[in-house]
């Protein structure tokens, strides 16, 4: 297996080389109104979180149940205070738009029912503050943040009452802030929402059954990961319906939905790694995608998750299938995919059991922290999403390098990484992909949803033992403002930039 492995490696690299002739580029080889800009989520950023009226979501509850790394989203980097700051900071990096998401338990502390009005008005200052600042709002409705309130209620994404109350929500921003907003996320990564909040049980809500996870409060993991995305599409569908009929006319925005990908390779040559491979895209991007596209589940995961996957309703199947304008596609990583037979020999069914894969790294295996730079994985997602679903307007919501968040200002691996990743981009986009936009995660080192403040993704680094909490900027800060700014980008500039980081980190951004 190890020899076929490396022979793999090989062939890979190769075909890397062969294919990857973006490395040096600048944001003009990009088609015109393709938009560059970076990422966060409200728990991530906000802080301020029993401030103003706010209630706590489900990742209140988790962080506060100690499955962050002991760490909360109570203060974080207080975007909710210093928003103003940071778009100042955007404005000055040449971002052109910014993503963020909205708290629903701000905005609407029960789940439903009255509005919040400092929470309106908090995201009211922070729309117009980045449209004063020329920067294009992109805004997420959930980010694994339910209000607590609908979880307590009635069993939060596994009821079907999520459906009206997510679209009541929804409506509350489009009337509010749609004027502003021209591009909407409903829910962020659903298919990773629902493996991790329903099978393992290692992010929120937190709903497991033995033996898959431990220590779960409630949950079946055999059955909820398929009730939750299905009630996750049809409310965002009754979301984007709502939008296109009420809203699109008279706003102009554009509404979609976004999932998490992974470049997936077969580990050998074998007939059942390439199987095993296509089954794996469609447990991770035919169980979101699909639907949307083709109005249901992959026959695969039907055949395999029998009566535990919901079936849709002709009409459900009518409502889902087209109910987006874009799609949104996170990226950080490839694996590779072995077919793991023994696994249909378990009596006992999970979302993981009907995958039947055994995953592995691909690429530098001695990096234990830092993501391996495999820009072909996110020009192979690209390219996917072009063949199998007919092409359609794409947004790379996130991709980013992870460090130790108190490792470097001098951020090499994360240069290196957005360098290879935009250049991947821009070779898929060269080859007929539909991709219109791409975020970096993350604008600034975040509260991560599972290691808490022990790793950071940003351009900043915020320092969280001063109470002022200031921001520094990375190498890589100066780096993306450099390409926003219209720089072209080879290996030259990271030697350039290198050398003037310190006078750089005193000053202001070079042009
Ligand atoms: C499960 O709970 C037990 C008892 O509180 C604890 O010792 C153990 O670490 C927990 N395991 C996980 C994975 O949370
Ligand atoms: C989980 O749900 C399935 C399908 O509804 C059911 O057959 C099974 O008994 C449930 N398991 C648990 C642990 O509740
Ligand atoms: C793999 O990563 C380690 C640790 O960063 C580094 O020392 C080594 O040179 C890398 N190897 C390759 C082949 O890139
Ligand atoms: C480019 O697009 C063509 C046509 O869709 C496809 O066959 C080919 O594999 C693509 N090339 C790469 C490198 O993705
Ligand atoms: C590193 O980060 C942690 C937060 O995870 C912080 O408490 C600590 O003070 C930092 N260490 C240094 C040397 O800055």
């Known amino acids: 297996m190890r020899s076929l492995y490396s022979l793999q490696m090989i062939v890979m690299i190769n075909l890397a080389v062969a294919v990857l002739c973006a490395d040096k580029y600048s944001r003009s080889d990009f088609p015109p109104g393709f938009v560059f800009g970076s990422a966060t989520s409200a728990y991530q950023v906000e802080g301020a979180a029993s401030e103003d009226g706010r209630a706590p979501s489900i990742w209140d509850t988790f962080a506060h149940a100690g499955y962050a790394n002991g760490a909360t989203g109570d203060i974080t980097v207080d975007q909710y205070h210093k928003y103003q700051e940071d ?27 009255p509005v919040n009005p400092k929470g309106l008005n908090y995201y009211n200052n922070l729309i117009n503050e980045l449209i004063s600042h020329g920067i294009q709002p992109h805004v997420t409705l959930h980010n694994f943040d339910l209000p607590q309130a609908l979880e307590d209620e009635y069993g939060g994404w596994i009821n079907r009452r999520i459906v009206n109350d997510f679209t009541t929500y929804a409506e509350v921003c489009f009337q509010e802030f749609g004027d502003r907003v021209p591009y909407w996320t409903t829910v962020n990564e659903p298919d990773v929402f629902a493996v991790g909040g329903y099978d393992g049980g290692i992010t929120p809500p937190r709903h497991c059954s033995p033996p898959f996870g431990v220590n779960c ?82 026959d695969t995961m039907k055949k395999i998750a029998g009566s535990r996957i919901p079936t849709f309703t002709n009409h459900e199947s009518e409502l889902v299938r087209g109910s987006f304008d874009f799609l949104g596609v996170i990226h950080y990583s490839s694996y590779y995919v072995e077919d793991d037979p023994g696994s249909w020999e378990l009596k006992q069914r999970d979302y993981n059991t009907d995958l039947a894969v055994k995953i592995s790294n691909v690429g530098n295996a001695s990096l234990t922290y830092e993501l391996p730079i495999l820009p072909w994985g996110l020009q192979a997602v690209l390219e996917y999403f072009k063949q199998v679903y007919e092409n359609p307007p794409i947004y790379i919501l996130e991709n980013g390098q992870r460090n130790r968040r108190n490792s470097t200002m001098e951020d090499t691996s994360r240069v290196n990484y957005l360098h290879a990743y935009i250049g991947s981009v821009l070779d898929a986009v060269r080859n007929g992909s539909n991709a219109r936009g791409y975020f970096a995660w993350s604008f600034l080192d975040v509260f991560e949803l599972l290691d808490g403040y022990e790793s950071g993704y940003g351009f900043y680094y915020v320092d969280l033992d001063d109470p002022d909490l200031k921001r520094y900027p990375k190498l890589s800060a100066h780096w993306y403002s450099h390409f926003l700014k219209g720089g072209s980008i080879s290996s030259d500039v990271l030697i350039k930039l290198k050398q003037n980081f310190f006078a750089l980190s005193q000053g202001h951004f070079s042009q």
């Open 217 to 298: 409060t409630r949950g079946n993991s055999s059955s909820e990961p398929y009730i939750a995305v299905h009630n996750i599409l049809l409310a965002h569908a009754s979301a984007a319906r709502l939008y296109k009929k009420k809203y699109q006319g008279k706003q102009h925005g554009f509404i979609g939905i976004s999932i998490y990908t992974t470049g997936n390779f077969p580990l050998t040559n074998s007939v059942e790694d390439a199987i095993a491979t296509q089954r794996a895209n469609d447990f991770f991007v035919g169980w979101i995608v699909n639907p949307l596209v083709f109005g249901d589940y992959p």
């Open 87 to 113: 778009v100042h900071l955007m404005a000055e990096m040449g971002l052109d738009a910014y993503r963020f998401s909205i708290s629903w338990s701000r905005l609407i502390p029960n789940g439903r029912g």
